[in-house]
């Protein structure tokens, strides 16, 4: 199997940059996830440096929702990222992690009144996603008496090649104004007091492995950055969204890099907007084309079965990776510490939850596999911890950073303690 540039196989033992996925699930337990973070920064250079060879000036937004982990969010703010934020605790987090304001922008289908004013009160730019968001974000700012920055999140109908659970830019989607009414909402939010548009933007969906939908949502965006300069809109950015995938399934899957994504748009958005006499900044938001090879999931083997099929029972189930039980999601299984041993049966690795769908790999070939085996699952970085949850009363795993020859956890995990730490009995019981 080919493995991430920062993934190695010594002894027999997968190694995580300098460190022994062994000696880590021995020392921390077990499940754990394992992130390494020079890869981290490896993919956002890939992007801004595949950007910035086209045009100056491009912002990458990272999307925190992919792992919002304050660490993560910090070491990309060093390397002067910002991120796409869907929510005021999303929001936060970036601050708190050392995020330019100016380099945010707050998402969402559905924003409360209260998630408005925590975004305009910290100058943050807003997107927008119906009409009535834009009565809202004004009468917010008029109270604070402050203007609002916004944007228009365009759904620009496109029927892209991925899982219809992550697929955000269908005609039929809950995300963003269809175009042909973008028109009018910009005209809408320029006759508001509080209100100065200064953006669009747009996401096409997720774990996409072709560039044609990129290519062909920078077109329609070019098109209607057309129609905003006519209406006297000025364009501070343009934001083409996220969604470039990754190769989960190891030399069969094909995902275009961050150059290749580049090479594809930027001769569209740069003839564009050159065309139209304006220089707006290129935002882009990608989350999982960042993170998600940066890390594995470590699990433990409890116990083997011969059934119908040859299952290898672990501890970590969907509760704490639900990409498979989620979307079908594939992700590479390597035993950690017989990794250079030949496959001998096809196994089904399933977690402890009570459910028959939490299964997290199925009916791949396997070396010999027995209690107390450890198994790493790949590509888990993205939407893996930040998706998981306490079902059937499992505490959360540990997320552990490593870094050359440091490593250091950057969540502990979590205990029964913190299962109950929000409880409370009525009192009449
Ligand atoms: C989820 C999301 C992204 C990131 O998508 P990836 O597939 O992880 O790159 C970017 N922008 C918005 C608005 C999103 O909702």
Known sequence: MNLSPHLSVRGGHLYVGEHDTVRLAAEFGTPLYVTDEERVRARYREYRDALTAHYDPVQVLYAAKANGNPALLRVLAGEGAGADVFSPGELELALRAGMDPSRLLFNGSSKSREDLRLAVERRIRVSLDSPDELDAIDQVAEALGQTALVAFRVNPALDVPTHPKIATGLASSKFGIPHAAIPDAYRAALRKEHVRPVGIHCHIGSQILALEPFVEAARVMVRIAGELVRLGV??????????????????????????????????????????????????????????????????????????????????????????????????????????????????????????????????????????????????????????????NARPRAAELLVRGPDRALMRRAETIDDLVATHSMPPWL
């Open 234 to 391: 000025e364009l501070e950015f343009i934001d083409l969204g996220g969604g470039l995938g990754i190769p989960y399934r190891h030399g069969v899957d094909r995902a275009p890099s961050p150059r290749e994504y580049a090479d594809a748009v930027m001769p569209v958005f740069v003839d564009g907007v050159r065309e139209l006499g304006i220089r707006p900044a290129l935002w882009v938001e990608p989350g999982r084309s960042i993170v998600a090879d940066s890390t594995v999931l470590l699990t433990r083997v409890n116990s083997t079965k011969d059934a119908d099929r040859r299952f290898v029972n672990v501890d970590a189930g969907f509760n704490q990776l639900i990409r498979p039980a989620m979307y079908g999601a594939y992700h590479e299984v390597v035993v950690a510490n017989r990794a250079d041993a030949p496959a001998e049966s096809t196994c089904t690795v399933a977690g402890p939850i009570c459910e028959s769908g939490d299964l997290l790999a199925e009916d791949r070939a396997l070396p010999a596999v027995r209690e107390g085996d450890l198994l790493a699952i790949l590509d888990a970085g993205a939407y893996g911890f930040a998706m998981s949850s306490q079902y």
